[in-house]
Nanobody, 124 residues
């Protein structure tokens, strides 16, 4: 059973930066596609970014492209989300997720394992 633990959330002013981390244990991390999703208050959870097993292919939602960067360190079983130029609309609980299949997806149902989430709040 894979366990995912997100850290790095917090309160930041608009225009600031945060780096989220997601540490994985209990599985073969290096083979998983990893994704980040977020859920704002009173909204459905939405896709943010994903990265393939080797880290050389990434994809972003249009709302974060150019501001967020997803990366991974397979030696540390960790995936990161560097968030720059944060906006109040980025306020949400951020979740990392792992997909055991090699085909990266933006769809929640494709992911097999989820973390508990970390809160990101961006003040205006």
């Amino acid at each position: 059973q894979v366990q995912l633990v997100e850290t790095g959330g917090g309160l930041v002013q608009a225009g600031g930066s945060l780096r989220l981390s997601c540490a994985a244990s209990g599985g073969t991390f290096r083979w998983y596609v990893m994704g980040w999703f977020r859920q704002a208050p009173r909204k459905e959870r939405e896709f943010v970014a994903h990265i393939n097993w080797s880290g050389d292919t990434t994809y972003y939602a249009g709302s974060v492209r150019g501001r967020f960067t997803i990366s991974r360190d397979n030696g540390k079983n960790t995936v990161y989300l560097q968030m720059n130029s944060l906006k109040p609309e980025d306020t949400a609980v951020y979740y990392c997720a792992a997909d055991r299949t090699p085909v990266a997806s933006q769809t929640e149902s494709a992911y097999d394992y989820w973390g508990q989430g970390t809160q990101v709040t961006v003040s205006s």
